[in-house]
């Protein structure tokens, strides 16, 4: 069951557009009327999990998701949203609303973490209850942290609840410090904090998801901005943590499905392999997602509907033929399709993500109950033998099993005997061809500055770039601005 989505339309309905910077008075209300029960303190933390959904919700044209996966040279936009198109060509507007929507649900979900942190230990009730919901609060505000400083870089950091407006009149800091006070102890309070070890079908934060997330966090640590070498021991040893711990697992294909079918499947949320995502149900929160990556144009649902913004991502040529073609990922119904035959009648269209493809799509366009993963067990395996590999000098049997396991599923032929620097450049290929269209390969290219070029198969420096748009990669485009209506409220973002 999904257990939280219920109490998340409450909480969407009165987040709203306001600034983090205005939640003064609504803060005070909020700890002195009603932080009383353990049902108050539930629905409180339940209100955290909402804002995950805005850039993923999209509003109009506006799927600040899509921005992520613009600028890496995989994707391209067919849809006539003019900021889509601005960020595909990288001209960054600070006043975009792609921009404002990532940052404004970032801070209001911290607000709403740092109220439940502040007040939740005042409620009388069961202390390990008591510790598992303040760790829950932790995980989602590490979560934000996480996100706002691979989109940003420096940002404020605010660890307590807004009592008045001047508590947000603060200036930003430094990324490492953000990681190292906010992120890091928070994650390791979360793990610590009596968690079930997998989301058990509810999608709720489990002690699984803030290993997972630590080691990602302890990766990019140990590259730009913060370059701690050190910390890829680290990200190896917690990446082991839930690779032994056993509770999840990779997706197979069996005589029903293939591993693909189940990736795309609502069935599967919340289960072996999707460690944490944002949860959607059909008819209580629709995802509006998936039809807007459907081919532009195109209709072939059985309710015969057809909406012409679609075509939210596209592939680059350049980046399809980038994958081995004996590789599953890439052929039709892997990651990707150019043809769909329903009810005995054969599609043709371009080639599109079949990723996200939700077959109930076909009877219940546009809407959908299909979850969006955030973490994956396939990112936790390349995050350990990329970190392995880094760490121990070189790929060690262990780190090769986890890239292997991944290649495996994908039909490709094992690896072995490489170099440190050849393992390097595979593990980040697999990142490259696993993860696409999961905004994963945009935190790594800002914490290794270096992007595939996928024409001659290598990985080039960021910065100097010329992506498929035909703009150049410029250094200030390793983050993006901070929304100019953010600038203007508080000078000191400046």
């Not at 108050?40 to 995950?52: E, M, P, R, T």
């Not at 949860?279 to 909406?307: A, M, Q, T």
């Not at 390793?478 to 000078?491: D, M």
Request: charged share 20%; proline share 5%.
């Amino acid at each position: 069951m999904k257990n939280i989505i219920p109490i998340l339309l409450i909480a969407l309905s009165l987040s709203g557009c306001k600034k983090w910077l205005e939640e003064s008075p609504k803060s005070v209300i909020t700890t002195n009327l009603y932080y009383k029960t353990q049902q108050d303190a539930q629905s409180a933390v339940n209100g955290i999990y909402a804002f995950l959904y805005p850039p993923f919700t999209g509003g109009g044209r506006n799927y600040s998701y899509a921005m992520l996966e613009l600028v890496t040279g995989e994707f391209r936009t067919v849809s006539e949203g003019n900021d889509l198109v601005n960020v595909y060509n990288l001209r960054q507007n600070s006043a975009s609303p792609l921009l404002q929507q990532w940052f404004t649900a970032g801070y209001q979900g911290i607000e709403a973490a740092n109220l439940v942190i502040a007040n939740v230990p005042k409620i009388s009730m069961d202390d390990a209850t008591k510790k598992s919901m303040v760790g829950e609060a932790k995980f989602l505000r590490a979560y934000y942290y996480y996100t706002l400083v691979n989109i940003f870089g420096d940002v404020p950091l605010k660890l307590k609840p807004t009592s008045q407006a001047s508590d947000g009149l603060i200036g930003k800091s430094p990324v490492k410090t953000i990681y190292e006070q906010a992120i890091v102890p928070d994650l390791q309070d979360a793990e610590a904090s009596g968690l079930p070890p997998t989301p058990d079908g509810s999608g709720r934060v489990s002690t699984g998801a803030a290993k997972a997330l630590l080691a990602k966090v302890y990766l990019s640590m140990a590259g730009f901005p913060v370059g701690e070498a050190d910390k890829f021991a680290l990200a190896r040893d917690k990446a082991m943590e839930v690779i032994a711990g056993g509770n999840f697992h990779l997706f197979q294909s069996d005589g029903s499905l293939t591993w693909f079918d189940k990736l795309n499947n609502p069935t599967f949320d919340n289960k072996e392999e999707n460690i944490f995502g944002i949860n959607f149900g059909l008819d209580i929160v629709n995802n509006i997602l998936p039809i807007e990556l459907y081919p532009k144009g195109v209709s072939f649902n059985r309710n015969g509907y057809v909406n012409n913004d679609m075509g939210l991502l596209v592939p680059e040529t350049s980046f399809l033929a980038s994958y081995d073609p004996a590789d599953l990922r890439r052929q039709e119904n892997g990651f990707f399709y150019d043809t769909i035959n329903v009810d005995g009648v054969k599609y043709s269209f371009p080639w599109s993500l079949y990723k996200f493809f939700d077959k109930t799509l076909l009877t219940n366009a546009p809407r959908s109950g299909k979850d969006f993963t955030l973490i994956r067990y396939a990112d936790v395996l390349l995050t350990y033998a990329e970190a392995e590999n880094e760490a121990d000098g070189g790929p060690g049997a262990d780190a090769y099993k986890a890239v292997n396991d991944i290649r495996g599923r994908a039909g490709l032929p094992a690896l072995s005997g490489l170099s440190q620097a050849d393992f390097r450049t595979a593990v980040w290929k697999e990142r490259v061809w696993e993860l696409c269209a999961e905004n994963k390969a945009w935190y790594d290219i800002v914490r290794t500055h270096k992007i595939l070029d996928a024409v001659h198969g290598s990985f080039v420096d960021a910065v100097g770039f010329v992506l498929p748009s035909g703009a150049t990669f410029q250094s200030n485009n390793l983050q993006f601005p901070i929304p100019l209506a953010e600038v203007q409220i508080n000078p000191l973002l400046k």
